[in-house]
């Protein structure tokens, strides 16, 4: 069991590693989140913790062995527990060695990140609810919900290649486009509605063997923790292709996730109970588990940015386009992995669940374009005058998540950047 707050969350604990306790960090010593790094483009991959603006060379810390990251992430729940502890007492005011600890610290603005894990399957859900809705709305007006969507996560398999870590960049895709009309034939040429979209990816600790269902009672002992996940996607190629098996090359061209994966241990604080109105279907009882009806969810508050080329050289940070919740999601995350494991499909360690876009209510909580623009009919006047219905080369989207609760310290989960380049000519 993960979920368990500890003296590694108290909100008085303090590092000797100053920018750790700057207010605005998201990485203070009660989040240490795991990434991989490494020094120059030639130099293998480390295992590191963010501390403030530096990162802790586990390794050279002795604080691990090796540079396994499938190993420590499939480790039981006891031991990682058991490593958070270690990480933080070594990093807290007092701490004995501070000296080896202190050798083992680089600035973040010093390494280069890399996808903190291999991620050898990704499965994309359509869990935020309010974006079904929304997306199913401007599809089917009368039934925007179709009739399973409160019964299952609904989901279909991605494409693991083409995922990369912030700050990304990838280039306009080309794809094949409805024609004109019903008897045009389709165009093939760069997408024209280029969309980003707002989710989080929850990363699969220690997989389960082929046939063996995971029950819900166990589901989080196999989640090792969460990242923020953009989910790029080409609305003009989706719409033509996706019936009736579903997205393909109007999602795989590129993913981009944010380095650090902030673990369950770390969101113990921030657990919450699911929004599941009562009139609504209650789980199947594969689905419902005691916990998960108390502090199934976690509130993670989300925002995205949209920075143009054109604010990039004002100096401009960009404009903030929509702010939603992880509580926006109809479906928890342990509900994710033992509805994906529920057939005996074995997941295996660094596997990564995207929720789905997590809209939130309001339509200017929308996290797509495709929503906020209507299906592209509207377009959103950015503040310096600049206007989208979908991106533009040059674009820059950061998604930024943080998790907040009165009496305890605030920890984020950094950001996830990406640029879109023009097409290949
Ligand atoms: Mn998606």
Request: with cysteine.
């Amino acid at each position: 069991m993960s979920a368990i707050v500890d003296e590694t969350h108290d909100p008085h604990l303090q590092s000797w590693v100053a920018s750790a306790n700057d207010p605005d960090t998201h990485f203070p010593i009660q989040n240490l989140p795991f990434g991989r790094f490494r020094r120059d483009a030639a130099g293998p991959w480390r295992i590191g913790t963010a501390i403030g603006d530096q990162v802790l060379d586990l390794e050279r810390a002795g604080l691990i062995a090796g540079r396994d990251v499938t190993q420590l992430m499939q480790a039981p729940v006891p031991q990682r527990r058991a490593l958070r502890a270690a990480i933080s007492r070594a990093l807290a005011v007092g701490a004995a060695s501070q000296e080896r600890t202190q050798a083992a610290l680089l600035p973040q603005s010093a390494v280069q990140m890399g996808l903190p894990c291999e991620i050898g399957g990704y499965t994309d859900f359509y869990a935020g609810i309010h974006h079904a809705r929304a997306v199913g709305a401007l599809l089917r007006p009368d039934t925007p919900l179709l009739p399973n969507y409160k019964w299952l996560p609904i989901a279909y398999h991605g494409r693991a290649s083409s995922i990369d870590v912030s700050p990304s960049t990838f280039r306009r895709p080309w794809g094949q486009q409805r024609g004109p009309d019903e008897n045009a034939p389709p165009g093939f040429k760069p997408t024209a509605r280029l969309d980003y979209e707002l989710e989080l990816g929850w990363l699969v600790g220690c997989g389960n063997a082929r046939g063996d269902p995971v029950p819900m009672a166990q589901a989080e002992d196999h989640l090792f923790g969460v990242v923020l996940f953009n989910d790029w996607s080409a609305r003009d190629i989706q719409g033509w292709e996706y019936q009736p098996l579903g997205p393909f090359l109007g999602k795989s061209f590129a993913s981009t996730i944010s380095p650090w994966i902030v673990t369950l241990e770390a969101l113990a604080p921030f657990r919450v109970a699911p929004v599941r109105p009562e009139s609504d279907p209650q789980p199947l009882p594969y689905l419902d588990s005691p916990f998960n009806r108390s502090a199934g969810a976690v509130d993670i508050a989300l925002e995205v940015r949209l920075q143009t080329a054109a604010m990039r050289a004002a100096g401009n940070t960009g404009d903030v386009m929509s702010a939603s919740n992880a509580t926006d999601s109809y479906w928890t995350p342990a509900q994710l992995l033992t509805h994906h494991a529920s057939n005996g499909c074995n997941l295996r360690t660094g596997d990564l669940l995207g929720t789905g876009t997590l809209s939130g209510a309001r339509p200017d909580q929308a996290g797509s374009l495709l929503e906020l623009s209507a299906g592209g009919k509207q377009r959103i006047v950015l503040s310096n005058g600049e206007a989208r219905s979908f991106l533009e080369d040059g674009d820059c989207v950061i998604l930024r998540g943080v998790c907040a609760r009165d009496g305890y310290r605030r920890i984020g989960l950094g950001e996830c950047r990406g640029t879109v380049e023009s097409a290949v000519p």
